[in-house]
């Protein structure tokens, strides 16, 4: 019940950007270029190297529909104590 309220209160978008990945102790490698076209209406979500069966493995960009009044924040991976945490992006209102 907490957490219906809650999410009256913030909002959804406010709720969905907290998922924490625990990743290797190792640094992931550095990102990979991608190619790609602006398209109307959605905007590019970059890859990044994701934690599977114990390595990094390369998770390709994609679009996502654009949403009027806020801005993608692209995930990012934070050292934390010995190791890696990954955080992922979401969409913030406009500052």
């Given at each position: 019940?907490?957490?219906l309220s809650l999410?009256?209160?913030?909002?959804?978008?406010?709720l969905a950007d907290v998922v924490v990945i625990h990743g290797g102790?190792?640094?992931p490698p550095p990102p990979i270029e991608e190619h790609y076209s602006p398209r109307r209406g959605y905007v590019w979500v970059g890859g990044h190297h994701a934690w599977r069966h114990h390595h990094?493995?390369?998770?390709?960009?994609h679009y996502v529909r654009?949403?009027?009044g806020y801005d993608y924040e692209?995930?990012?991976w934070?050292?934390?104590?010995?190791?890696y945490d990954w955080y992922d992006g979401g969409w913030r209102p406009h500052r």
């Open positions: 019940m907490l957490g999410m009256a209160l913030i909002g959804p978008a406010a102790r190792d640094a990094y493995v390369w998770s390709r960009g654009e949403r009027r692209p995930g990012r934070d050292r934390h104590e010995d190791h």
